[in-house]
């Protein structure tokens, strides 16, 4: 079976829905690898990252007679695995946000550019990044991994969250500051890649 037919897509979800246990390892062991590389992003160590791919998976499992069929299969699945991964760094209470003054908070500008923030990324070693989120304290992981990697706005980040906008955009900031200083310190200067 393949996730970029169709018809398979169609017959896979059926499957599941009807928890044919044949479909739902189809589908696990067709995805497990990239679900495994989003959650290691926001796990302490690969252990922890298998058990958010794990449980994600009991919850896609759950939702999946609700997949419409208008976007892909992967990116409804991605979403459930990262949501219910918050979800679970939340209930273990591990994640808080970087709180400062409200106020001031709501009127920060993002004056990120977009395109530029993914070419800086990619500037450096897929293995470098990931050693380096996998050291930010919970809630600066989380932020920069929903707004630089899994592209979500900032609006989006403060829903899913429950945080403001201006506090998405204060982690974010301080994220990409703790990174800079941390990159310096294991790999020497970084020739203004992230200015």
Known sequence: MDLSKQEDVVKIVE????????????????????????????????EEAKDFVHDGFIKVFDKI??????????????????NNTIDTIRKNKRMEMDFERKDALEYMQDDSNEELEKTKIENLTVEKIIELIQELSPGYKVVFNLYVIEEYTHKEIAEMLNISIGTSKSNLAKAKDRLRKMYMKKYGNINNEWE
Do not use: P
């Open 15 to 46: 499957g599941c829905a009807k928890r044919e246990r044949k479909y739902q390892q189809i589908l696990y062991k067709a995805l497990y690898g990239k679900m495994l590389g989003t959650c290691i992003r926001y796990a302490t160590d690969v």
């Open 65 to 82: 007679k609700n997949f419409k069929h208008t976007g892909s299969l992967e990116g409804w699945i991605r979403r459930i695995i990262i």
